[in-house]
C-alpha cells in the first residue's frame, strides 16, 4: 500500500518512522515532510491544507491510506474532501471529518459535547467581546487561578492560566481584542483543576476504539514548568500514576461515554483522540480534547508499540480496529525537545545542525528541520528535533536522551534539563 502522511513536525516523522518498519508498505510519502522524514520517506512539496494538490498527488501516486498529522487540515475538513470526491472516497483518511474536528476546533463546542454525554470536566463559560463586563463579573465570582481558554485554534498557546484577578481581566479583554486573532473571538473562563495532567490517547474506526499508551509531556518554556507555553518540550511514556486502577476510570467515564457520544451525535468519527486529562486525587477530569495525536507525546507513544502501525491503519479502515491485539514494549520511553534559542516568542531559522550522526542511544525526531542547498541539515522551526530514549525507569531513558541533547550542536541551542522532575 502506497501512503501519504500530512505534516511537518516530530509526530509526523515518529509516523514515517513506524510506518516505513511495515511489510505491508510499498511507497511512503510525507507532506510537506522535513530533513528526517526526508531519509525514510520521499518527501513532496504540498501544504497540508492544499487539497486539491493532495487529490492530484494522491491520484497519481495510487496512495491508499492517508494520516493526517496537525489539526488544520482536519479543522479545514480534508476527510470530507475525500470522502465527497468519487474518485478518492477509496482512500483511508486517518482523522476526523470537520464535524467531528470541532472536539478541537472549538474549545466551545467540546464543553458542550463533554457536560452533554456525562463526561467528567470542569464548570465553565464563553463570552464574547460584547459580553465583556459580564466576563469581568464571572471572573469576580471565581476563586484563583483563573483559567482562560481561546475557542479556537491557537496552536496550543491559547490558554492562559493566572493567580492575579486583575491580570485575568486584562488577559480576557486582550483575548477578546485579538490577541490571538479569530481563536480568541470567543473565550471560555474554565474552572481551575488541581492535580497533576496527562494525555490518553484513543484511536477509533466510528465503531470500535483502542487505547494507546498514557504519556504526559512538559508544555512550558521553563524549569519545574515555569514561563511561557510551547507546543511542548519533552514526554515520558508511560506515566507511573496511570495505573490499571486509574486506566480502568478512565476507560468507564472519559473514553467510552465520548466515543458513544460521537455516535450518539452522529459525527463520523475515525482517527485520534487525544484526551488531555487532569488526576485529582485519583479522579480523572477531561482538560480538553485533540483531534490528533499529541507532539511530543506521539514520539514517546508510537515507539513503544510493538504492533504494526500500517496494519492497525487499514484495520480502521476497515472498520475492524476490534481485531487489533496491541503489544507495548514495557520499558519507559523519554523524548527531550531541543529547541530555537528565543522560542516560544522570536527566534532565528537556517542554523547548521552537526553530530546528528553520532546519536546513537536514541532516535533523533526532526521537528523544525530542513536540508539547504549545501546539503545540510538546518534549524527551521522553533521545536527542532525531539530525543527519544528507551529505558527500564525513566532515570535511564532520559540519562540516554540527555545525553543526545548534548552531542547535536546548533547555535542558541536550548532543552529542559527537567523532564519528569514531577514523577
Known sequence: MNVLVLGSGGREHTFAWKIAQSPKLSKLFVAPGNAGTAAIAENVNIGVTDFDALADFALAQKIGLIVVGPEAPLVEGVA?????RADLSHITIIGPKKAGALLEGSKDFSK???????????????FTLEQLENGYAF???????????????????????????????????????GKFGDASSQVLIEQYLSG????????????????????????????????????GMGAISPVPFADDAFMQKVDERVVKPT?????KDNLDYVGFIFIGLMNCDGEPYVIEYNVRMGDPETEV??????????????LVGKKALSEVKLEVKPETATTVMMVSGGYPESYEKGKTMESIEEVTDAIPFHAGTTINNDGKVVTAGGRVIALTAFGE??????????????????????FRTDIGFDL
Open 112 to 126: 458542550q459535547f463533554m457536560l452533554k454525554h456525562g463526561v467528567p470536566t470542569g464548570a465553565a463559560e464563553t
Open 301 to 314: 507513544v508510537i515507539p513503544r508499540l510493538e504492533s504494526d502501525l500500517l496494519e492497525i491503519f487499514q
Open 80 to 84: 470530507d474532501y475525500f470522502a465527497e
Open 139 to 177: 471572573l469576580e465570582k471565581q476563586t484563583a487561578p483563573y483559567v482562560l481558554k481561546a475557542d479556537g485554534l491557537a496552536a496550543g498557546k491559547g490558554v492562559i492560566i493566572t493567580e492575579d484577578l486583575q491580570e485575568a481581566k486584562d488577559s480576557l479583554k486582550e483575548m477578546l481584542e
Open 196 to 231: 497533576i495532567e496527562l494525555s490518553v490517547f484513543v484511536l477509533t474506526d466510528g465503531e470500535n476504539y483502542i487505547t494507546l499508551p498514557s504519556a504526559k509531556d512538559y508544555k512550558r518554556i521553563g524549569e519545574g514548568d515555569t514561563g511561557l507555553n510551547t507546543g
Open 393 to 414: 525507569d525513566i532515570q535511564e531513558a532520559l540519562k540516554k536522551s540527555y545525553k543526545a541533547a548534548n552531542t547535536i550542536q546548533f547555535d542558541g541551542q536550548y
Open 259 to 263: 466515543v458513544e457520544g460521537l455516535k
